[in-house]
């Protein structure tokens, strides 16, 4: 039996989280309230209590107990899409529900390595070639509803046999589609659940692809599993058994979670509870920040760093390289379906004028070029001599020239058969530093004749639209998770994986191929090598204008104490951040 927190060999990633900070609005389904089905809306969760009340807790014995209570505030840029992790997608809802239905393993990131650490599972075990996980529960973890039932083995099995339902439509597919589909996933007794995968793969990704968020069967049975995307358990209220519970959620406005002092998945949580606002627009939470009216939000704009310093009331926090911006190029449209053209577009965009404009400030950058929606963060991955495409706008019309792109009636854009080559550039509301560069690319695509129209769409639209492939070109960015299965980025979509990721409709048979070798390898030399080709390959097609890999400063007002964010979480051990009772603020 291995314990938990168990080093993994090796760093990468692929199998992606939106970066978007994207969400949506509630639906039908009756309004969560009182101790109805599972919020926190009980005499415990919604009447906050004195925050030194240490007696009933679940504090008791941890070292800042008497200091307990106060609330933490945190600024959302958009609203979360569910509170149901096998249908939710956006970065916002699953920063939400991590904190609420923890999954059976959690994942630190200490000096370059990933660690396992005990979430519901306190150990799990393999068998000889690697093909069975078995994973032994806590047998004291409860739901937090009103049924008084434990959270066991068949919970796991019926979340997974959800997820691999075509009718619940979950972007999940990557966690099930290398399971043994006559008998993926195995109750052993109540509190052991074994997983049997079809082959062994990297030991990480298989343990990321068996350690999903769970949420209760005795509710999700109740359901038709096709309106489990808009039933109220997704979009009215949560059900879990981690550190906060739900306790209401405002659609657009706010969602607040309380303490919950019956947690064993984490150890309980000095703050009271943590409310997220939805506020949309980044000059207005840099206002609500300074006011005190938030205490945290996703991350300081760079070029605002020296000022939010300057006020002394809040303290700064860097990241590691975890957030990738691109332009996609929707390879449906014929302005993108030639592999020159799209290569003609990045030779015209000056990547490097970009980091320098929006990402480096006070003599100090903050990103780095980018050539794969593989972090750099992962050594072991990096393809360090691979040759980036140059800023080249002569080289660019050449291209384009030789696509049968010229200015024909003198205009100063480029026409072919008639038709101008204009598209309509659209990136997310609320991130200036996306719409800036795409201001910058605009200029440098103007330069040699193409004439881009600019367009910010609300978050949920925004996706939305590029899972349907509504949109011409998108500067978008991603999460990276640190595991690697890229397929639902990278691999060609088909009747039965309809890859919600791959936004551009990329397909490169050498790519399906070597995605599916390297899902396959337990060798790190030999799966480093494949992932290696997989990069180049994928950076000569150009799907993406791969622009830049950039760091996160996150600020926290100074009363909040032992914060440590890392590359995986913004919120990462936020069960031990405490604020000296003197400088309690929410009396919640």
């Known amino acids: 039996m291995n314990s938990i927190r168990l080093s993994c060999r090796h760093l990468t990633s692929a199998a992606l989280a939106l970066g978007l900070c994207l969400g949506s609005i509630g639906c039908g389904g009756p309004e969560s309230g009182g101790n109805d089905g599972g919020n926190a809306g009980g005499k415990n969760a919604a009447s906050g209590g004195n925050s030194s009340d240490v007696e009933g807790s679940g504090l008791e014995g941890r070292p800042h107990a008497a200091d307990a209570g106060d609330t933490l505030t945190i600024a959302l ?85 959800l997820i691999a339902d075509p009718d619940v439509k979950s972007p999940r597919q990557n966690h099930v589609e290398r399971l043994d589909p006559k008998n993926p996933v195995e109750v052993l007794d109540e509190f052991r659940v074994r997983f049997h995968f079809q082959y062994a793969y990297n030991e990480q990704t298989m343990l990321a692809h068996a350690g999903f968020n769970i949420s209760p069967k005795h509710l999700l049975e109740k359901y038709d599993r096709a309106s489990l995307i808009s039933c109220d358990l997704s979009k009215k209220r949560a059900v879990g058994h ?60 760079e070029k605002d760093i020296e000022e939010v310093l300057s006020w002394g ?26 592999r020159d053209a799209r290569r003609a577009l990045t030779l015209a965009i000056d990547i490097e004028r970009i980091i320098k404009t929006i990402l480096t400030f006070g003599g100090k950058t903050y990103g780095t070029k980018a050539y794969s929606t593989f972090t750099p963060e992962l050594s072991d991955y990096r393809v360090d001599d691979i040759t980036l495409l140059p ?35 659209v990136t997310n509301q609320g991130n200036p530093r996306r719409s800036d560069a795409c201001v910058l690319i605009q200029e440098d695509l103007k330069k040699i004749g193409i004439k881009v129209n600019l367009e910010q769409r609300e978050g949920v639209t925004f996706f939305d639209d590029l899972s349907k492939k509504n949109y011409e070109a998108a500067l978008a960015g991603w999460s990276a998770s640190l595991f690697p299965d890229p397929s639902d980025v990278w691999g060609s979509a088909t009747e039965t994986e309809n890859r919600l990721f791959n936004f551009t409709a990329y397909s ?35 799907p993406y204008t791969f622009l830049y890999w950039k760091t996160s400063t996150v600020p926290l007002h100074k009363r909040f104490r032992d ?12 069960e031990n951040v405490w604020v000296p009772k003197a400088e309690h603020k929410s009396k919640h």
């Open 391 to 425: 800023h080249d706008p002569a080289q660019a019309k050449t291209l384009l020239a030789g696509l049968g792109w010229k200015d024909t009636d003198n205009d100063g854009f480029l026409d072919k058969d008639g038709k101008r080559f204009e598209f309509v550039l």
């Open 508 to 542: 490169n048979a050498r790519v399906d191929e070597l995605i599916a070798k390297g899902l396959k390898t337990k060798d790190g030399a030999e799966e480093a090598k494949i992932w290696q080709e997989m990069q180049r390959i994928i950076y000569e097609d150009q």
């Open 563 to 574: 914060y440590k964010p890392n590359v995986l979480s913004v919120l990462h051990g936020i």
């Open 77 to 161: 840029i958009g609203d979360a899409d569910s509170m149901l992790p096998m249908v939710g997608q956006s970065v916002n809802g699953s920063m939400v529900y991590d904190l609420l239905v923890p999954p059976a393993t959690t994942s630190d990131f200490q000096d370059g390595r990933i660690l396992f650490n005990p979430g519901l599972a306190k150990s799990y075990s393999w068998n000889d070639d690697h093909t069975e996980l078995t994973y032994e529960l806590k047998d004291d973890c409860y739901w937090d509803d009103d049924s008084g039932k434990v959270v066991n083995a068949e919970d796991i099995r019926y979340n997974y046999e």
């Open 242 to 301: 981690g550190p906060f519970r739900f306790l209401k959620w405002d659609p657009k406005q706010s969602i607040t979670i309380v303490r919950n002092p019956k947690s064993k998945t984490y150890a309980v949580p000095y703050v009271k509870r943590i409310v997220f606002k939805i506020i949309p627009e980044y000059q207005t939470r840099l206002v609500e920040l300074k006011k005190g009216d938030i205490d945290m939000m996703d991350a300081v704009q």
């Open 313 to 338: 009331s809040v303290k700064l926090y860097e990241r590691g390289y975890r957030f990738l911006d691109y332009v996609a190029w929707n390879m449906q449209n014929p302005l993108f379906a030639e």
